[in-house]
């Protein structure tokens, strides 16, 4: 690539079978108003065109480094594109979401050379979208002791007296200096296929000597009623509880202040999701009653009931909460199989 200096940004795109994003997703990328940038896009073995359009795309735009590689899953896909990065930041950005044009020269601008900046996020539901700013009484910059003490708990814990739901521990908010990720030796978990976004996030969080904020959001995180209603996979409770395990280990949650140890927390939001994937399996419904009864026996979502004050919940929320705590198994999937359907209706 022909630049004067290293890109200021790398952004890494991966990709599996998602030819029909995959324009929408590339253009918005390149037209950045930030042009000192490199592109990565990295094909985990689609079997869709989606070689086909990466390599169109690279043929036009000296800026874009199209690679292919065998199937192995997101997160490899993630950590193969870092090879190639030379960027000082480094961005992700899935292929069926979409970016701002001005992006990455707000976040830049921001930045103060921290080890990790970050942003917020909107939520597109087809015809609807919610925007999820990080809050406007931050900062613009947190240091060492002081970003576990006010950041860290944002993507931790939610309800009253903080906020109505928990910051999403997306990578593609943020910008991560990419000397501070390589010397950390912080990687993607292959194991994990779904939400090992969260621990990464909060590792990273953990060890950044610095964050800084930018209070605006300009990541669109599409959210397609085909993911929620057809592509339920068994996988996902797992992989939460070996999210929460990995949590543990370095010790996430004793960062959560102790007047919001009784809040709904990462782990309470874990087992609505799962409950959720769980609504989109096309198995009998007594069936599903009895898989809803597995989930809320499992490690760390067996106590919950009893570690979360109900009082702290968003109050259109509470019932769902006495469901879990009561364990009402049937009335769980059968509000989830509704949420399923009617979300599917308004997309």
């Known amino acids: 690539m022909n630049y004067e200096n290293k890109p200021k940004v790398s952004v890494i795109v991966p990709i599996y079978n998602k030819a029909s994003f995959l324009k929408k997703s590339i253009t918005s ?13 990295v094909d985990d073995g689609s079997t869709d065109n989606s070689s086909e359009i990466c390599r169109e795309f690279a043929e036009k735009d000296s800026r874009i480094l199209f690679k292919r590689k065998e199937n192995q899953g997101s997160m490899a896909t993630r950590n193969y594109g870092r090879k190639f990065a030379n960027g000082d930041y480094i961005a992700f950005v899935d292929p069926d979401d979409f970016i701002e044009s001005n992006t990455y020269e707000q976040m830049l601008k921001c930045s103060n050379n921290a080890d990790i900046v970050l942003s917020g996020l909107i939520h597109e539901f087809g015809k609807k979208k919610r925007v999820q700013t990080m809050p406007q009484n931050l900062n613009n910059l947190y240091e060492n002791s002081d970003i576990r003490k006010f950041i860290l708990p944002l993507f931790l814990v939610y309800g009253k007296g903080i906020r109505e739901d928990i910051l999403l521990a997306s990578l593609e908010i943020a910008l991560f200096k990419r000397i501070f ?26 060890k950044a000597k610095n964050v800084a904020i930018e209070h605006n959001a300009y990541y669109h995180y599409v959210h397609n009623a085909q993911g929620l209603t057809e592509n339920y996979n068994p996988k996902l409770v797992l992989d939460y509880v070996e999210v929460l395990r990995g949590l543990d280990k370095i010790r996430i949650f004793e960062y959560v202040p102790q007047q919001y140890r009784k809040h709904p927390n990462l782990t309470y939001g874990f087992l609505l999701h799962s409950i959720m994937n769980l609504a989109g399996s096309k198995e009998p419904i007594f069936v599903l009653r009895e898989k809803v009864r597995d989930i809320l026996n499992m490690d760390y979502f067996n106590c919950l009931g009893k570690k979360i004050n109900p009082s702290n919940i968003p109050l259109k929320r509470r019932i769902l909460f006495y469901f879990v705590k009561f364990r009402l198994h049937l009335l769980l999937i059968l509000l989830y199989k509704l949420k399923c359907k009617f979300y599917k209706i308004g997309n």
Do not use: G
Request: charged fraction near 30%.
């Open 181 to 206: 990720l390589d010397e950390q030796n912080i990687f993607s978990n292959e194991k994990i296929t779904y939400s090992e976004d969260w621990l990464f996030f909060l590792e990273v969080l953990l």
């Open 29 to 41: 990328i390149l037209r950045q108003t930030e042009k000192n940038i490199e592109i990565i896009l």
